[in-house]
């Protein structure tokens, strides 16, 4: 079964925009993570925030934490045409190896 | 920056075949995972190994095994192929600890025809 649930699943926003994308999971972990994947890609790690932390920020980027509702957002701010992608959440549980388990994805459509 | 070296970069292979992924970690990183991710779908996790052992192992079939070597590169074996193994195969290498993140490879697109 899947750790992480998305939402929404697909998001279309103009540009200059701000994107907000949820994540929940079930189990208690370690730290949540953050990818990018461009369509037949790479996943790109973007930011990881640990189960001690609320918030954090990298560049555009802001992420929340909510250990006792087991949620994620992220948050991109003035979005760019090149930020079309999907992001996925990836949770590294407490009792593993730091193994990641993915959620289903966002994907994200800036229009110019 | 050295990144996660994976080959071959596509792969085409018909059903019952075997085939072999490979992929070289970042140095110094102690840890590499495999995912596999089918169209569409988020990565499922396959199997991971810590300083050349395994260390975990996911939804990976009987017919996949995987190795990592002594020079810390690994290679994830499929055989009796089917066509449902048609998928993009990722591996990922970290620092266990590190809290940085995993650093992806460009992934390797098996199609089984």
């Known amino acids: 079964s899947q750790q992480g649930e998305e939402d929404p699943q697909a998001l279309s926003i103009q540009e200059g925009e701000n994107a907000t994308m949820n994540c929940s999971y079930k189990t208690s972990i370690n730290n949540l993570q953050w990818y990018r994947q461009n369509s037949g890609r790479g996943l790109v790690h973007l930011i990881l925030?640990?189960?001690?932390?609320r918030e954090k920020h990298s560049g555009r980027l802001r992420v929340t934490l909510d250990t006792s509702k087991k949620s994620s957002s992220l948050l991109i701010t003035a979005s760019r045409a090149a930020d079309t992608a999907s992001y996925f959440c990836a949770t590294a549980e407490v009792s593993g190896n730091e193994k990641l388990t993915f959620g289903t994805g966002t994907r994200l459509t800036i229009i110019p | 920056a050295a990144g996660v070296i994976q080959s071959p970069r596509h792969l085409i292979k018909e059903k019952r075949e075997t085939a072999t992924l490979k992929c070289y970690p970042i140095p110094r990183h102690d840890t590499v995972y495999w995912y596999q991710q089918g169209p569409g779908q988020d990565p499922q996790f396959l199997i991971s190994f810590y300083e050349k052992m395994q260390s975990d192992k996911g939804s990976i079939p009987d017919r996949f095994s995987a190795q990592q070597f002594s020079d810390y590169h690994s290679e994830l074996n499929m055989s009796s192929l089917e066509l449902g193994d048609s998928a993009l195969y990722f591996c990922?290498?970290?620092?266990?600890?590190?809290?940085?993140?995993?650093?992806f490879g460009s992934g390797t697109r098996l199609t089984v025809v």
């Open positions: 925030i640990r189960s001690n932390e």
């Open positions: 990922a290498s970290s620092l266990l600890g590190g809290g940085y993140g995993y650093t």
